[in-house]
């Protein structure tokens, strides 16, 4: 059995080490990060080439089962991965870690998208904590706060006018995340809802503090595509076919 992990998460490194030994496992990387944490089995990197490329390799290479857990927020591959399954004949699941949930005390505003994150800022506050990766964030090109952005790779032009730019990979701990907030006088923090814990210690220090947070929340899983919430559940369900 050969099975394809759409990967590049914590969740989908897991997955492989609970599969590699018990079946063939090809993890597909999208190359967007410089020194990506590789997982246990075969690892390929690079994109497909859309639907049509991935339909191709999914026959090539004999794929009998694909396994979509890519980051919450990766929309397209997602929707590619279900459309390429679909044409292909395969199985297919998704792996999502469950997404956050407000706790007492939270100052949560929700948004469904960047650009409505951007607009939810006035007069929230006037030192930004933006960690919603290093894409998309010619959204906040114009706005006049200060900006503490972190990412695991620099982002590319154009960014807020007024950016401090942290490189850092997570998991973060609740100390650390304190501290920053501390340090760098933030009054707002902006998210998005991947979930998990390696990054929810910022969600806990912006409570603790209150501050509040905007949260862009995340896209639906395809319609019809099964979904998993641990890499233990995925595995099982991969193994019993």
Do not use: C, Q
Not at 118 to 137: H, I, K, P, S, Y
Request: charged share 25%; no cysteine.
């Amino acid at each position: 059995m050969h099975v394809l992990i759409l990967g590049g998460t914590a969740e989908a490194r897991a997955l492989a080490g609970l599969l590699h030994g018990e079946v063939r496992v090809t993890s597909s990387l999208a190359g967007r990060v410089a020194n990506p944490r590789l997982p246990e089995g075969e690892v390929r990197i690079g994109g497909f080439g859309g639907v049509d490329g991935l339909v191709e390799w999914i026959g090539e290479h004999a794929v009998d089962a694909v396994i979509d857990a890519t980051h919450p927020f990766a929309e397209r591959i997602s929707f590619h991965a279900a459309r390429a399954a679909a044409t292909a004949h395969v199985p297919l699941l998704a792996l999502r870690r469950p997404g956050w949930v407000p706790a007492p005390g939270d100052d949560w505003r929700e948004v469904a998208s960047l650009e409505e994150a951007a607009e939810a800022l006035d007069g929230l506050g006037d030192r930004v904590f933006l960690t919603t990766g290093r894409m998309g964030l010619a959204v906040f090109a114009d706005r006049p706060e200060w900006f503490l952005v972190r990412s695991v790779d620099a982002p590319e032009a154009p960014v807020p006018a007024r950016t401090e730019l942290l490189l850092d990979r997570g998991p973060f701990t609740l100390d650390g995340e304190r501290e920053l907030l501390r340090r760098h006088r933030i009054d707002v923090l902006v998210t998005k809802d991947s979930g998990g814990a390696a990054t929810a210690p910022k969600l806990t220090a912006a409570r603790e503090a209150g501050i509040p947070v905007v949260v862009v929340r995340r896209p639906p899983v395809p319609e019809g595509v099964r979904t998993a919430a641990t890499p233990e559940e995925a595995a099982a369900a991969v193994l019993r076919g």
